[in-house]
């Protein structure tokens, strides 16, 4: 099931259109004649549609990172651990766009550049320098990969007051499908 759903500043429109297949030539031609912009989980799917600019997801991001955070046995552990650090980045940046969306359009992008911006510019820098001591395959290497292929379409979430940091208001409005899948 693929899912469409207008962002939170327009007209509440979530068009669900049936695929048997997960090829990335269906949205390409469902979306061949919008352009602008598309939050999007990692999928690679989404990556050779004209005219768009992709959007991921910091919520994909983190997840990784609390993956591989459950797996640290010790609390006393996990609180000082790498893995921890990478957390608390993707829970800050969470906690300054939660505020950020009290603000107007252009006040919210103003504090996007101001607050936001220099955070997942720090946040970049120690995924780069942390993924050299990290073994490639632990679940904490992963999270470290995943998000320094997916930070640079994060990352624009900044070019706009309007755009959202994660994708999840389409997650939830494909849940009910993939609960009736699993059941």
């Known amino acids: 099931m693929w899912v469409y759903q207008t962002g939170r500043y327009d007209t509440p429109i979530v068009i669900y259109d049936y695929k048997p297949s ?3 030539k269906i949205p ?13 989980d990692g999928y690679s799917g989404y990556n050779n549609i004209d005219n768009i600019t992709l959007v991921g997801c910091l919520a994909h991001v983190r997840r ?3 993956d591989a955070y459950k797996l640290i046995k010790d609390t006393e552990d996990a609180k000082q651990s790498n893995t921890s650090k990478g957390l608390n980045y993707c829970n800050t940046l969470f906690a300054l766009d939660k505020k ?7 006040k919210r992008y103003l504090f996007k550049q101001e607050k936001i911006k220099p955070v997942f510019d720090e946040f970049l820098t120690w995924v780069k320098e942390s993924l050299t001591n990290a073994l490639p395959q632990s679940k904490y290497g992963k999270a470290l990969t995943y998000a320094l292929n997916q930070i640079p379409n994060v990352l624009h ?14 997650e939830r409005s494909i849940k009910p499908f993939v609960i009736g899948r699993k059941n």
């Open 64 to 66: 990784y990172f609390n």
């Open 157 to 170: 979430y900044l070019d706009m007051g309007e755009l959202d940091i994660d994708n999840n208001r389409a």
């Open 28 to 40: 390409k031609e469902f979306l061949k004649d919008f352009s602008g912009y598309l939050h999007v």
């Open 22 to 24: 997960r090829s990335g």
């Open 100 to 106: 950020s969306k009290t603000l107007d359009i252009d």
